[in-house]
């Protein structure tokens, strides 16, 4: 079983990838998917905010994924649900399994990998206390009301506040639920503003900024949440701690790229994102084998996604065509301020029109610049007058500026006109 392509994951990454490989000029595509619809987590992001950027609307996750569903069904490119990959080969082998073809191996001339992330469970971050029922991921929950049609619980706290806990203090309070509190480890939200605005501020939902749940109490199903107030450490103050009665505790404590294949396959990972490390046409540390999504990083707005994935399709169709330049690479390291940026390796001589570069910055800013330099020569500088870790940044490179560079590109967010 041959493919020119194969994308692995049909959500919004893996849709917009295939889509377009296929208007390239690749038409022997397949995408795997191991859910039994395309979509991915849109299918169950029934709130509106999707597809500004890409379709100049404001649609539901599951309108924006059936624009692109649509589109695929209208191509050539074919489709294998309900489908697990098992195991990727650096040479570009596949090992998959279904109930209806058996185990297969596929091989394929390009690979694109856009299996999305996962959340962090209670396990991951060690919240102390009791076992009872009652305790979800943000996102489970969001599954059950919004596609299973079942009702978590009545009272409800929420740690974290990231864009979907901030989503489903407002989903929950419009199901009837009492939501007691966002509690949030940092000293700002890690949600979109308007998020903070539309789904706290509009319902009177209190945010507890520097907070973190320090024991869970309950028997057969949680009956009390204890919270108290952090130091600069992070660590629970004494003397802080607040009660709440609650029957539901939902966790929004961040997403991991979902790389178990990746690792095992032998592409190199960055530890900044947890993603992988990729060049400006997506390509990754093995030859052939693309990335884009949030196999990458965590986004927030899938309009970023449509747009990084288009990228990692073009640049897979070119490959497959022999028309891909690979050489002559140079790093970009994130510099002051910084956390990480997307794509870490660059061809400048690669690059088409302008080379688009994501980051996030370590903590909340005002009227600040973002400097890109070659050593000490300056390259370009970007006003910013509001930044926040939580809301990604992106800057455009021009080509012309990117000429006769040999060194690492830094770039560092500093103050200055």
């Known amino acids: 079983m041959k493919y020119d392509l194969i994308v692995i994951g049909g959500g919004p990454a893996g ?7 296929y208007k390239e000029g690749i038409k022997n595509i397949l995408i795997i998917e191991r859910d039994k619809e395309l979509g991915g987590i849109l299918n169950q992001c029934i709130h509106n905010g999707f ?32 489908t ?29 990998l856009a299996m999305g ?64 509190g966002v509690v949030e480890l940092m000293p700002y939200s890690n949600g979109l503003n308007r998020n903070i605005v539309q789904c706290l501020n509009d319902y009177d939902i209190p945010l507890y900024l520097s907070h973190t749940v320090v024991d869970v109490i309950g028997n057969k199903r949680l009956e009390k949440v204890i919270i108290a107030k952090v130091d600069e450490n992070r660590r629970p103050i004494k003397g802080t701690e607040k009660e709440f009665k609650c029957d ?18 032998g592409i190199n990972k960055d530890t900044r994102t947890n993603g992988l ?6 390509e990754t540390s093995i030859e052939g084998i693309f990335a884009c999504g949030n196999v990458v990083h965590v986004h927030d707005l899938v309009d970023f996604v449509t747009q990084e994935s288009k990228h990692a399709g073009k640049a897979a169709a070119k490959y497959i065509k022999g028309s891909l330049n690979r050489e002559n690479y140079i790093n970009i390291v994130n510099g002051k301020n910084i956390n990480y940026t997307v794509p870490q390796r660059v061809n400048t001589k690669a690059v088409e029109d302008t080379l688009t570069i994501f980051m996030r910055v370590n903590n909340i800013y005002s009227n600040k610049v973002l400097v890109v330099r070659e050593g000490n020569r300056e390259i370009a500088r970007y006003k910013r007058n509001h930044l926040a870790p939580a809301e990604m940044e992106k800057i455009l490179i021009p080509k ?18």
């Open 117 to 180: 992330c996962r959340e962090r469970t209670r396990g991951a971050i060690g919240i102390p206390g009791d076992r009872p029922s009652g305790i979800f991921t943000a996102g489970a929950a969001q599954r059950y009301i919004n596609m299973e049609g079942y009702m978590p619980g009545k009272e409800v706290l929420i740690l974290g506040s990231g864009d979907i806990g901030l989503i489903m203090a407002r989903r929950m309070t419009l199901e009837g639920a009492t939501v007691k």
């Open 84 to 112: 697990m990959v098992l195991e990727i080969e650096n040479d570009r082998k596949i090992h998959a399994i279904n109930s209806e073809d058996g185990y297969m191996i596929l091989e394929a001339k390009a690979i694109i």
């Open 248 to 265: 539901t505790l939902l966790l929004s404590v961040g997403l991991i790229p979902e790389n178990e294949l990746s690792l095992k396959a």
């Open 51 to 82: 597809g500004l950027h890409t379709f100049k609307e404001e649609l539901t996750g599951p309108e924006y994924a059936k624009r692109f569903i649509d589109m695929v069904k209208d191509t050539e490119i074919e489709v294998k649900l309900d």
């Open 277 to 282: 490390i990729v060049t400006e046409n997506m």
């Open 15 to 21: 849709l917009g990838a295939a889509y377009e490989a």
């Open 400 to 417: 012309f500026k990117l000429e006769n560079i040999k060194e690492d590109i830094v770039i560092s967010l500093e103050d200055g006109e």
